[in-house]
């Protein structure tokens, strides 16, 4: 193996681990500086878990939708209004509340993936417009207020802050359980097939008989689903409803979606490495709050830079594969003319 391989080879490595390599910097880092207090599990890191997997849930479903090129800027928004019909509907019994937080959530990517799909207008703007309208339903439904969840609401209050075994966070359960089938369903089945080649080509995707519109508009539902599914257990986690809940998550998602391993681009990518993605961002966040003199912009500094990194990188790669095509084909051609 060549040097020039050999250093291809590592910055592969770093490309595709490069969260879980930030994960166990920030793991070191904090046990330097806080000792034993910092890697406690069930004192510290438990809470860590409990809350990037929140995040984590709405990140599954805007990860769908970077994978076919687009972003979904409304999941927040979607989230705090979710959590305010659960809220409302607590008083109704579990089940109730759980499906109509769900519901809402779909319907709003629903109308999102219509909207993109049928009328071809840019992700960007009509998930903002969404991300507008879902905010302001969320303030309205109670004059700006939250809603106190139903006081004989426990399972809902215990799959916002009660653990399986004490050790594992009923909200962590689900983000594993959610990257598990999603994983299975983008690698083997049809329509985790399309979601890719979609990325990679929409044009080229039609070609090849893929129902282009009716996967975006799944798409986006299933982003709105994640959304709902994270508002239902923020609101058992805070024992409310609250329409200013989840403010600026969209944009952290995104970056834990990219450090994860996905494209920018679209086409390529994986789900679990959203997993890494988020404890990273929530690490900063706690040995911030661990500290208790830095300002919490320490966390958006750390986090773009790190974004950028792994930005750079995927450029960097795309960059070395179209050389390696380019030298394969230039190769071909000089034997074909070799033995002309």
């Not at 966040?285 to 912009?297: F, M, P």
């Amino acid at each position: 193996m060549t040097a020039s391989a050999k250093r291809f080879d590592v910055q592969s490595f770093i490309e595709n681990n490069i969260a879980i390599l930030a994960v166990l910097a920030m793991m070191l880092f904090g046990w330097g500086s806080y000792g034993s207090m910092f890697i406690s599990y069930r004192s510290n890191l438990i809470n860590v878990l409990r809350t990037a997997s929140m995040m984590g849930i709405m990140g599954i479903g805007v990860n769908l939708c970077f994978l076919i090129g687009a972003r979904d800027l409304s999941v927040a928004a979607n989230a705090a209004m979710a959590s305010m019909f659960v809220a409302m509907t607590s008083k109704y019994g579990f089940v109730p509340s759980i499906l109509v937080g769900m519901l809402a959530g779909t319907l709003m990517g629903l109308f999102n993936g219509f909207v993109i799909a049928k009328f071809k207008v840019q992700p960007f703007i009509a998930t903002l417009g969404t991300q507008l309208a879902g905010r302001g339903i969320a303030l309205l439904l109670n004059n700006e207020l939250s809603i106190t969840i139903d006081q004989n609401a426990t399972v809902l209050k215990t799959i916002g802050n009660g653990n399986i075994g004490g050790l594992l966070p009923y909200s962590a359960a689900i983000f594993l359980a959610l990257i598990l089938i999603f994983s299975v369903i983008l690698k083997y089945t049809p329509f985790g097939r399309a979601i890719y080649a979609i990325g990679g080509n929409e044009e080229a995707a039609e070609m090849m008989g893929i129902r282009v519109e009716r996967i975006k508009i799944i798409v986006f539902a299933l982003s709105g689903l994640m959304a709902g599914i994270c508002g239902t257990v923020l609101c058992g986690h805070i024992n409310a409803g609250q329409p200013t809940a989840c403010e600026g998550w969209e944009m952290t998602i995104m970056a834990t979606i990219v450090i994860g391993g996905t494209k920018v681009k679209g086409g390529a990518g994986k789900i679990h490495g959203l997993f890494f993605g988020v404890i990273f961002v929530q690490l900063i966040t706690n040995l911030i709050n661990l500290n208790g003199h830095l300002s919490v912009y320490w966390k958006d500094i750390t986090t773009g830079m790190i974004l950028l990194i792994a930005v750079l990188l995927q450029v960097y790669s795309d960059y070395r594969k179209e050389q390696l095509k380019n030298r394969r084909l230039i190769s071909n051609k000089e034997k074909n003319i070799q033995a002309a």
